[in-house]
């Protein structure tokens, strides 16, 4: 026994601090990993921002892989929101979280499949980029809107059921 009266080893902080700990912790290790992620672009991504064009490409020979086939719901969903996405943008490079999330529930998309995150900082500074998502089946349909553009890309579902982590209404 310790001067506290708790045996050695045991957790003297109790289950909320630990609780709070542990979530910090997981929090850090998931901002790491997106971070990381982000270092890399995913494997199904596709740029549709406005590009120069230059002269075209050289031919190139031997056989491409083809890409994953997505489920015929997060193909649907990717065209719906990749289309929603880029006639916001075509209106204003800075759209309004609430803007973005009428304007994917206007397409057909659930209310309740649609995470949005904020257009500003805490500070009321406008973001570098908004993110949207869509559940489709056991997917998360993601666009990023930036500078003009707009990035689509299907993820896993994390284990919440949710695709973004935090406050996405």
Known sequence: MTRSGTTPGRNTLGPLKTHRRRSVMVLACV????????????????????????????????????????????????????????KIV??????????????LVAAGIPASNVEVSVSRT??????????????????CVVGQIRDGGVVMTVLPVLASGKCFVGDVR
């Open 122 to 139: 805490p500070t009321g500074l406008d973001v570098d980029a908004m993110e949207a998502a869509a559940l489709a089946g056991g997917s």
């Open 90 to 103: 075509a209106t204003t490079s800075k759209p309004e979280r609430e803007a973005v999330r009428s304007a």
């Open 31 to 86: 901002a790491a990993a997106m971070a990381l992620a982000s270092c890399t672009p995913p494997a199904q991504t596709t740029q549709t921002a406005s590009e120069p064009t230059g002269s075209e490409p050289a031919a190139i020979t031997g056989t491409a892989s083809p890409g994953p086939t997505l489920a015929p719901e997060v193909s649907a969903a990717t065209k719906t929101v990749e289309a929603t996405l880029k």
